[in-house]
């Protein structure tokens, strides 16, 4: 491959993957929509001079990309409902929650999509393990039950959830973004302020104020006590839980049913029907076309005699 081809490569790639959103009409014009609402929250960010919002809008377009991904990779259709709730969480949580600051302008916007989060990645796991299950080989004698597969994509949900609370504590420790976002609270209870030193919790209550002082003389004062990430890492990780748990539900009920559930067949993706112009088709690949070569072509009677 040239070095012409090897950068074309990429390009090819990307319209591949907008050619599997053009398969969902209603979720492919919402992928249109955000794109161009992106693109243009990225420009007023350049204006702005704010690179973190540049960043974050270039993070957010390869984000949307993420379920197409998924249809090419897998072969699966995603019902409509969910392509649509997966493109409008990553609008959500990237350009309002990170760009608008709608994590700290709007109540219980970060428990939203935790639990939207939860909801969706229990979805792609399920789709994952129920492909694996049905598609199993000849000598598996290993068959999971409706059960087994709905806890199997909740604690799939459950981990990726984990990872990302990994993320933020990481980004915090090294960047200082404040991901896991601070909480002020009134009263805790510390083994800390034991005069004893023992194992025994004292609990400071009615707390007014908690002053911060640095060695270069700045002062921080916040009305209570600031808890640094414990309290939204936690509420994360419920709210996480619960959102993996009602898709466990929907799951079951699929399962049971194996496909009848109004409800639940909009949110559970399936296995395609490959109809590429390039794929072969189960009938082709079990009858062979026959090689013309290895046919035996009976010879014509010489009717005509050689002339003297």
Same mark, same amino acid.
């Given at each position: 491959m040239s070095r012409k081809e090897k950068l074309k490569a990429p390009l090819r790639y990307y319209g591949s993957l907008i050619e599997h959103t053009k398969t969902n009409k209603v979720a492919y014009v919402i992928f249109v929509v955000l794109n161009i609402a992106i693109t243009g929250a990225i420009v007023r960010c350049i204006f702005q001079k704010r690179p973190e919002g540049v960043f974050v809008g270039i993070l957010a377009l390869i984000l949307l990309l993420i379920p197409p991904f998924v249809k090419k990779s897998f072969k699966v259709e995603l019902p409509t409902v969910l392509e649509a709730i997966a493109y409008t969480f990553v609008f959500c949580a990237q350009i309002l929650g990170e760009i608008e600051s709608f994590y700290t302008k709007v109540p219980f916007w970060d428990s939203m999509l935790h639990i939207v989060c939860g909801f969706i990645f229990a979805a792609f796991g399920f789709c994952l393990f129920d492909i694996f299950n049905r598609n199993k080989s000849k000598d598996s004698k290993f068959e999971m039950s409706p059960f087994f597969l709905a806890l199997l994509a909740f604690c799939f949900s459950i981990t990726i959830g984990t990872l990302w609370e990994f993320f933020e504590f990481t980004a915090d420790v090294i960047f200082q973004p404040d991901m896991q976002k601070d909480y002020i609270v009134k %009263?805790?209870?510390?083994?800390?302020?034991?005069?004893?030193?023992?194992?025994? +919790?004292?609990? !400071?209550? @009615? =707390?007014? $104020?908690?002053?911060?002082?640095?060695?270069?003389? %700045?002062?921080?004062?916040?009305?209570?006590? &600031?808890?640094?990430?414990?309290?939204?890492?936690?509420?994360?990780?419920? #709210?996480?839980?619960?959102?993996?748990? !009602?898709? +466990?539900?929907?799951?079951?009920?699929?399962? $049971?049913?194996?496909?009848?559930?109004?409800? *639940?067949? %909009?949110?559970?993706? #399936? &296995?395609?029907?490959?109809?590429?112009?390039?794929?072969?088709?189960?009938?082709?690949? @079990?009858?062979?076309?026959?090689?013309? +070569?290895? !046919?035996? =072509?009976?010879? @014509?009677?010489?009717? *005509?005699?050689?002339? @003297?």
């Open positions: %009263q805790f209870g510390s083994c800390a302020f034991d005069p004893d030193g023992l194992n025994k +919790s004292v609990l !400071v209550n @009615e =707390i007014e $104020k908690t002053v911060i002082m640095t060695e270069n003389g %700045q002062i921080f004062e916040v009305a209570g006590y &600031l808890d640094i990430g414990l309290i939204d890492t936690m509420k994360d990780m419920m #709210v996480n839980f619960l959102g993996a748990f !009602v898709f +466990s539900i929907f799951g079951y009920l699929y399962i $049971k049913s194996r496909g009848k559930g109004v409800i *639940a067949t %909009q949110f559970i993706p #399936v &296995l395609k029907i490959e109809t590429d112009s390039d794929s072969v088709s189960p009938e082709t690949a @079990e009858t062979p076309i026959p090689d013309v +070569s290895d !046919v035996a =072509i009976p010879e @014509e009677k010489n009717e *005509a005699k050689e002339t @003297e």
